[in-house]
């Protein structure tokens, strides 16, 4: 399985997942459809599916006219049906989602929204966390609450630390300086900043990043309690 990272709009990114032998692919979160349809007949790819990690529109605004295109079918949370228009396959938590191609675990991670979810491609060691975990990170809590987004961290925390994570934005080092003021000591920060300013400087997404590489930098997930991580997000915040 390869995946193709896909800038959209200001800092947004989509993935394709590609069946290599066959060119059958999956698009997660198309912000928008042009850049997805550029790739697409470029490569000669065959598009299946549209995944959706939550409902928000620069995560779902590519999904109509990539459908009317390719009559690929879009896949969700069974509790955002409502919100993801023309939703075709409603996945729930825990449940593993799969076909010819792609086999993906579905991870419900509320806080962000309260229908996001995580797709986890657990052969590859893939995951793809939208706008809830973020490389050096976390989302906003916009629909769910400092619990619930807490609680979908540590469900993230816990999967291979070798995962490759792919998120929703390039934030990245935006992050980064929000984590060095708070853990000004942290070597492992440190050296992952050098290295996302070089994939920057090189015009390169600072994406895939790694759990392990989060469990080491990301104060988010480095926060002890609920306490320490409400405080962190408040602050984020107004950072
Ligand atoms: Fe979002």
């Given at each position: ?43 000669n790819i065959n598009l299946k599916f549209i995944l959706n990690t939550h409902h928000h529109y620069d995560h779902i ?24 228009p023309k939703i075709d396959i409603f996945v729930e938590n825990n449940q593993t989602w799969m076909n010819e191609d ?74 980064s300086m929000f984590c060095l003021q708070y853990e000004k000591n942290n070597k492992n920060l440190e050296k992952k ?47």
């Amino acid at each position: 399985m390869k995946v193709e990272i896909i800038k959209c709009l200001q800092d947004n990114y989509s993935y394709l997942i590609i069946n290599e032998k066959n060119q059958n692919a999956c698009v997660i979160d198309p912000s928008e459809a042009k850049p997805i349809i550029d790739f697409v007949e470029k490569k000669n790819i065959n598009l299946k599916f549209i995944l959706n990690t939550h409902h928000h529109y620069d995560h779902i605004g590519g999904n109509n006219e990539l459908k009317k295109k390719y009559g690929v079918k879009i896949v969700g949370f069974i509790n955002d049906k409502d919100k993801i228009p023309k939703i075709d396959i409603f996945v729930e938590n825990n449940q593993t989602w799969m076909n010819e191609d792609f086999q993906a675990k579905i991870i419900h991670i509320p806080g962000h929204t309260l229908g996001h979810i995580c797709f986890y491609f657990s052969k590859d060691k893939i995951a793809f966390t939208g706008d809830t975990l973020f490389s050096l990170g976390c989302g906003r809590i916009f629909e769910g609450t400092y619990e619930q987004m807490f609680a979908s961290l540590n469900k993230l925390k816990k999967l291979p630390i070798d995962t490759k994570i792919y998120c929703g934005h390039e934030y990245t080092l935006k992050n980064s300086m929000f984590c060095l003021q708070y853990e000004k000591n942290n070597k492992n920060l440190e050296k992952k900043i050098f290295e996302i300013k070089d994939k920057l400087k090189n015009n390169l997404p600072t994406l895939p990043s790694t759990i392990g590489e989060e469990l080491a930098c990301n104060i988010f997930l480095r926060a002890k309690n609920l306490e320490d991580f409400s405080k962190l997000r408040d602050l984020k915040d107004n950072f």
